[in-house]
């Protein structure tokens, strides 16, 4: 970082703040983006009052195909949560600069996704009135007691990697945003925390971070590998599998850093954060991307080719559905659009522009979430007795309207909390980018807007 | 073996591979329907012919006269039925039990020759020509028991009017959840004693190991149905373990296996408690802001 002069620290700081509060204040397009969601929110409420109604017999759920769409999107929700870890935990802890305007958005994709995660569970519940008897009776042997005890933590966790670092930006925002409601500047004066900018709180303050982010780290790689026990402690046909944690692990790295990358572009076209959010960023976000689709093609090669080489007798019938049957469109679709094809498009360097990165984000987030469904569905309608007697409607398993809105819902809220927390909060920290960028650390801890605007009515 | 042995041998042969095909017929010779027993029937003969059917015969025929065969195809005859004794002779009889048909067994390997015609005077005792007055024979014996309860022996006394019976045969038993244990037959000596030694692993219905005993004349038919049945603590302790009450994986909650509980509180209380310092690292950093 350059020495910056006394004149040049100010007014680059300036312009940071100003540039990271400005969408606070004003912003393009807030009300349509909002009223779509608060759209989809509503539609999908409708939705789930008439499952509430009728019971979980409204959704296309049945007897064999227990889970479908909801707990899908539940290890959806959970894989994508996950970036916050790999991003701000493991690539802050060895040092990687770069990641600084990049990790809050991370940690706010975390939070939205990790809350809405413990949401879409109480959505799959025929009696949701008694989620409360999974405090009350849960067994601690049960992995489902596990899932509830890591999502919790998890969010917890992230929710104080987030406030963390938000908290030596709140003096700038309570200096320059006046035009915003009354408890929006009580928030920000909580936040606050008496923070001045001393060397001290920097101190704890850090060291507090560092703790979190190394304690995040066990702890993500729990939430998502007893996600996938749910799965692969029972004895079916395509859960039972040891590799079945990594395997989750690695592919919830692919889709988190999908999203990042979406909302990267989001934040940089509509937020005009195209200073902060360079093509360099993009560039080496979409190196992790490479890196990390290799890994998850690599873990999905043992997944699949292993059991398939041996053809076992009662396997088969699953696999030969995954590979050539009912569900090899679905199956292909998400192995060529969501791990081949974009790893071989992000190979050369035009693809690893903003644009570009985006909507391979976009198509890797989508085989995403149909690679979960790949993962729930066809197993349970191999179960290990064949399926006698049962009305026709067992046999198959398609989602219907109702748990599609409802799914819709789940997303919508996690971009509506990410969209409140962008509305609320600078996506970026500004004291780490100004730090980056050669500001002093005093013009930092005495920063005054009014200041700058009397220099420049003198000048 | 004769020479009709051997005809009917092939004859029985061959219609068993015929009822692979189809359901045969039986192919019985005049000469054998009219074959007579070489002892004529007597209340003896009759009562060890019901013996010998309830051991060889009643878990597929049932008893004769009841119609409770077991399901099986061609469906054993009820033995003892009018459709069945009117066209049936002592000879007969004997003749299908000793060489079988399909499913029916040929008994003349297993059984003797004189307990093949047994059973046919048994059987046949369901007919008006071969019935036979039992109660001529009968007579109501007492029992009584002596147990030794050092040596785990069960005597029995048989007499009639106060004075001991010898000859009588005794069976003995031990109660078990799903019918009686035999344990011995044994015949009464000069002094009307029998007896039948308790087996040494018999497990008991609960820790002090009782089970019941239960001793009965072994020809009911002759001697009476009186059942004398005794309760000793000579079988094995027994505790029930139920597999529930134990510490497992697929208990309770409340016998979630230690090793488990302590790995789960740990580590959760471990990250509980980290968070709960960085809350108080922030409350740290208010107390400083507010002091400076």
Not at chain 2, 244 to 272: I, K, M
Request: aromatic share 12%; net charge positive; hydrophobic share 45%.
């Amino acid at each position: 970082m350059a020495e910056l002069n006394r004149e040049e620290s100010k007014r680059t700081l300036h312009k940071i703040v100003t540039d990271l509060t400005s969408p606070i204040q004003k912003h393009y397009g807030f009300k349509p983006w909002i009223f779509s969601l608060l759209l989809i929110i509503g539609v999908g409420l409708y939705a789930y009052v008439t499952q509430l109604q009728k019971g979980l017999g409204a959704t296309n759920l049945n007897d064999y195909v227990s889970w479908g769409l909801y707990i899908a999107g539940f290890i959806f929700f959970v894989a994508t949560a996950l970036i916050g870890m790999l991003i701000s935990s493991v690539l802050g802890l060895i040092g990687v600069k770069w990641i600084h305007p990049i990790a809050r958005i991370a940690e706010m994709i975390a939070l939205g996704f990790a809350l809405m995660a413990g949401l879409v569970i109480v959505f799959d519940m025929g009696r949701p009135d008694r989620a409360h008897h999974l405090f009350l009776y849960g067994r601690p042997q049960s992995p489902i007691v596990w899932d509830l005890t890591v999502v919790l933590t998890y969010t917890a966790i992230s929710l104080l990697l987030y406030i963390l670092p938000l908290i030596p930006d709140m003096p700038f925002l309570k200096k320059t945003i006046h035009n915003r409601p009354k408890w929006q500047q009580k928030v920000y004066n909580f936040l606050a925390f008496n923070w001045i900018g001393d060397r001290e709180q920097y101190r704890i303050l850090k060291r507090s971070i560092r703790v979190l982010s190394i304690l995040i780290i066990p702890v993500a790689l729990a939430i998502h590998t007893v996600t996938s026990w749910l799965f692969a402690l029972t004895p079916r046909v395509g859960w039972d599998s040891t590799i079945f944690g990594p395997y989750y692990v690695t592919g919830a790295f692919v889709n988190g850093v999908a999203a990042v990358l979406i909302a990267m572009y989001i934040f940089r076209q509509n937020f005009k954060l195209k200073e902060y959010l360079t093509d360099f960023h993009f560039e080496r976000v979409a190196r992790l991307f490479v890196l990390m689709m290799l890994v998850y093609l690599y873990f999905n090669i043992n997944e699949y080719i292993v059991p398939g080489y041996k053809m076992k007798k009662g396997e088969d019938v699953h696999l030969l559905t995954l590979f050539s049957g009912h569900y090899s469109g679905l199956f292909w679709y998400t192995q060529f659009t969501g791990l081949l094809l974009p790893i071989f498009l992000l190979l050369f360097k035009k693809m690893r522009k903003p644009v570009p990165t985006a909507i391979i984000g976009l198509f890797v987030i989508i085989a995403g979430l149909l690679k979960r469904l790949l993962i729930t569905v066809p197993t349970l309608e191999h179960p290990h007795l064949p399926i006698q007697n049962v009305p026709e409607s067992f046999h198959s398993y398609t989602p219907n309207g109702i748990e599609w809105a409802i799914l819709g819902m789940s997303i919508g809220g996690a971009l509506l909390i990410i969209t409140i927390l962008a509305k609320l909060f600078p996506v970026m920290p500004i004291w780490e980018i100004a730090h980056d960028k050669g500001v002093h650390e005093d013009d930092i801890k005495n920063y005054d807007p009014k200041e700058y605007e009397s220099n420049k009515a003198i000048n | 073996m004769n020479i009709r042995h051997k005809i009917a041998i092939s004859i029985t042969a061959s219609l068993f591979f015929v009822s692979q095909l189809a359901h045969a017929q039986w192919n019985i010779p005049e000469d054998s329907k009219t074959l007579k027993a070489p002892k004529p029937v007597s209340a003896e003969s009759v009562i060890a012919g019901k013996a010998l059917y309830n051991t060889n015969c009643a878990s597929c025929h049932g008893q004769p006269g009841e119609n409770n065969a077991i399901a099986l195809s061609p469906k054993p005859t009820d033995l003892g039925s009018s459709e069945f004794q009117a066209r049936s002779t002592e000879g007969s009889v004997y003749f299908q039990v000793s060489e079988g048909m399909g499913t029916m067994p040929s008994f003349k390997t297993s059984l003797k020759d004189d307990e093949c015609w047994q059973l046919a005077q048994y059987i046949r005792s369901f007919s008006a020509e071969g019935a036979v007055d039992l109660s001529s024979q009968s007579k109501d014996l007492d029992l009584r028991l002596d147990l030794t309860s050092k040596e785990h022996k069960i005597i029995a006394v048989a007499y009639d009017k106060g004075a001991s019976v010898e000859g009588v045969k005794v069976a003995f038993f031990i109660k078990r959840y799903f019918g009686n244990l035999p344990i011995g037959v044994s015949k009464t000596n000069a002094n009307g004693f029998a007896q039948a030694q308790f087996p040494t692993d018999i497990p008991g219905a609960d820790t002090l190991g009782t089970t019941e005993v239960i001793v009965k004349f072994a020809e009911e038919d002759l001697y009476g149905k009186k059942i004398i049945t005794e309760k000793v603590a000579w079988g094995k302790p027994f505790k029930f373990i139920n597999p529930l009450d134990d510490n497992h994986l697929w208990a309770s909650r409340a016998n979630t296996p230690t090793w488990l509980l302590l790995s789960y509180l740990g580590v959760v209380g471990g990250v509980w408690l980290t968070i709960l310092w960085v809350v108080g690292q922030i409350l740290k950093i208010r107390t400083y802001g507010k002091w400076h």
